[in-house]
Nanobody, 124 residues
Framework: HVQLVESGGGSVQAGGSLRLSCAAS????????MGWFRQAPGKEREWVAS????????SYASSVKDRFTISRDNAKNTVYLQMNSLKPEDTAMYYC??????????????????WGQGTQVTVS
């Protein structure tokens, strides 16, 4: 079965950096979509970034563009989110998600079938 295992969350001061990792297992596909989402208490889950594992084409929400970088290691079925210049408003539970259809990287939560457990990022 498909599993997404996240790591790298934690607490940092404003201006600091964190690198989140999400390792996918239970399948072998060369091209699909991996996304990062975040959700703060009382807020809707929002799309942060996504990447097509085959082409490496990445997209970012305007709120994180130029600060966050999404990347992938296809050999490890792992996607990363390098977060720099963190702000308090980045505080949220961060989730990775996979869409194995391999056609388009959607930005809606409902389009992703597989999700990680979430990892907390706190910026003070």
């Amino acid at each position: 079965h498909v599993q997404l295992v996240e790591s790298g969350g934690g607490s940092v001061q404003a201006g600091g950096s964190l690198r989140l990792s999400c390792a996918a297992s239970g399948f072998t596909y060369s091209s699909y979509c991996m996304g990062w989402f975040r959700q703060a208490p009382g807020k809707e889950r929002e799309w942060v970034a996504s990447i097509r594992t085959g082409s490496g084409i990445a997209s970012y929400a305007s709120s994180v563009k130029d600060r966050f970088t999404i990347s992938r290691d296809n050999a490890k079925n792992t996607v990363y989110l390098q977060m720099n210049s963190l702000k308090p408003e980045d505080t949220a539970m961060y989730y990775c998600a996979a869409d194995l259809r391999g056609v388009y990287c959607y930005r809606s939560t409902g389009e992703y079938k597989y999700w990680g457990q979430g990892t907390q990022v706190t910026v003070s």
